[in-house]
């Protein structure tokens, strides 16, 4: 198990990396967010789990949603399928709209 995480970790973080572009940002001078689970971490503890879905999470420190890859298990609210779920959520000033699930 210690050997397949050591594969898997450098790939989920060249993921972030790579989708670090599609970032969205609230609005300079937005001091709060829209529901306080949006400055939870998208999963409690230190869990590892073999799954691998793509989602969004809102990440308090950068005032952003942005690409997450969930791994299955220790979920909070702060995870959404996509990304105007995770903006009408947690940015001031973002109006719910459809928009297609983010693609596996």
């Known amino acids: 198990m210690n050997k397949l995480f050591s594969l898997i970790l450098p790939f989920c973080a060249l ?31 230190e869990i590892f789990c073999a799954g691998y879905f793509p989602k969004f999470t809102f990440k308090y420190d950068t005032m952003s949603c942005e690409p997450y890859i969930y791994g299955g298990c220790g979920a909070t609210a702060n995870l959404y399928d996509t990304l105007q779920e995770c903006m009408s959520s947690c940015v001031h000033g973002s109006a719910p709209t459809e928009e297609a699930p983010v693609e596996s």
Request: glycine residues 6%.
């Open 15 to 45: 993921l972030q990396i790579l989708f670090c572009f599609n970032a969205v940002t609230a609005r300079p001078g937005d001091s709060s967010v829209k529901s306080e689970h949006c400055k939870s971490e998208p999963v409690t503890g």
